[in-house]
């Protein structure tokens, strides 16, 4: 049997064990892959919400890694069967292919409580924590053993910090993570129908459809998939606005974000205790260290949320705001307001006044267009997210902002101190 044969043979006839998605309905896996399905390190991602603390503004929004993990799974099947048909001298390889499948199922092992809480405050980051599991744990043993392919090849599909062995991994690696990659396929379709809105919704099919397989870039798309992208970004851009930047959901996020660098800085936890915890993980640190600043998270996880004082559009050309996204000096100013007032308000204590500065997003269209056998790139095609229209979605969503306990005089304090600085 040939190569391309072998790899049709295992996507058309081993894929027969369903489990089923509310999103997606039934989603085959092989047997082999059943020890990865069962194993606690992928179990374990039950506990942790895809959405964090969106639960306290949108009820629904409760579903967790383990379903998106699934269905980027699913997508990344459809994917890689469609490169198979559409094949333009691709060398797959089954091996190559299964690493991806895993890959696509195994991305978030390594994320940490409460969506993107902990992100970018000084501790690793997940691929490479999800990288570290794959490699030194049973996980690897599974995939050598059972599922017949290369742990390693798995872990650099995950995390790009790591050197891919070969042309088909670094092509992988980019289908996992771009512009229309499995992950974002699904969060975005997912977190819409948890949530009960709209927005988020893409037509799979069509998009599977107009993709192609391109060697140096990953997924590229014909002329008629170009909507496809116009829509994804959009969506992305209306769940930014209602959903994952919400007010509530941000002044949680920011809370719990505070408390974990104040304690990290001052050494009542350590990063190594932030891996591998699960949602009610993050709630049980909370309340074994009783310090003033983890009773952020416990208020949060209370639904006792601060209220937002002040908000204006961030500037890049605002020295201030730009100096305010380094927590350094987000830490500095925020110490000085609470330095200015606790003598006009005893019970304040410093980790009560906290600045949100958004981290910068962006609305990425790196791929190529393939118009029968002429190849050019997005950005000369015919689309609204390109140069300086997209820009302007970016500015649309970026605010910074102060955030403090509920009292009015305080408030009306903090308004007027951010007015006169921040505006």
Not at 217 to 244: C, D, N, Q, R, W
Request: overall charge negative; charged content about 25%.
């Amino acid at each position: 049997m040939s190569r391309i044969g072998e790899i049709s043979d295992f996507l058309d006839n081993h894929f027969t064990e369903p489990i089923r998605d509310p999103l997606w309905k039934h989603i085959y896996f092989p047997p082999c892959f059943q020890g990865i399905l069962k194993s606690c390190e992928f179990l374990q991602l039950h506990g942790i919400r895809q959405l964090g603390p969106t639960y306290l503004v949108y009820p629904g929004a409760t579903h967790s890694r383990y379903n998106h993990s699934l269905g980027v799974f699913h997508i990344a099947y459809k994917m890689v069967l469609g490169f198979i048909k559409k094949n333009r001298s691709m060398d797959f390889t089954l091996e190559g292919v299964k690493a991806f499948l895993l890959a696509s199922l195994l991305h978030d092992l390594g994320h940490y409580p409460f969506a993107h809480s902990l992100k970018d405050i000084g501790v690793r980051d997940h691929e490479e924590l999800t990288s570290q599991i794959i490699l030194n744990s049973s996980l690897n043993k599974i995939i050598e053993k059972k599922c017949g392919t290369n742990a390693a090849w798995v872990a650099q599909i995950v995390d790009k910090s790591l050197p891919a062995e070969s042309e088909e991994i670094r092509f992988f690696t980019k289908v996992l993570s771009g512009v229309l990659d499995p992950d974002k396929l699904d969060y975005l379709n997912r977190d819409a129908y948890f949530c009960g809105v709209p927005y988020g919704i893409q037509d799979l099919d069509h998009i599977l459809n107009e993709i192609l397989p391109l060697k140096n870039h990953g997924i590229a798309i014909t002329p008629k998939g170009v909507i496809s992208v116009e829509s994804l970004l959009f969506s992305k851009y209306l769940m930014y606005k209602s959903i994952y930047w919400h007010k509530n959901v941000r002044i949680a996020t920011a809370m719990i974000k505070k408390a974990m660098i104040e304690s990290l800085a001052q050494g009542t936890i350590k990063a190594d205790e932030l891996y591998g915890l699960e949602d009610q993980g993050l709630a049980a640190l909370a309340d074994k260290r009783p310090t003033p600043e983890m009773a952020l998270v416990r208020d949060v996880f209370k639904g006792r949320l601060y209220n937002q004082v002040f908000r204006a559009a961030f500037d890049s050309e605002h020295e201030l705001h730009t100096k305010l996204e380094k927590f350094d000096s987000r830490s500095q100013w925020e110490n000085e307001i609470f330095h200015s007032l606790k003598k006009s308000f005893t019970w304040l204590r410093k980790e009560m006044i906290i600045v949100d500065v958004p981290e910068p997003i962006t609305f990425e269209t790196d791929l190529m267009v393939i118009d029968e056998d002429h190849e050019y790139p997005y950005q000369k095609a015919e689309s609204m997210f390109k140069g300086h229209g997209s820009e302007s979605f970016v500015k649309n969503l970026r605010f910074i902002a102060l955030y403090a306990p509920d009292n009015p005089e305080l408030e009306a304090k903090l308004k007027g101190m951010a007015l006169e600085i921040l505006d």
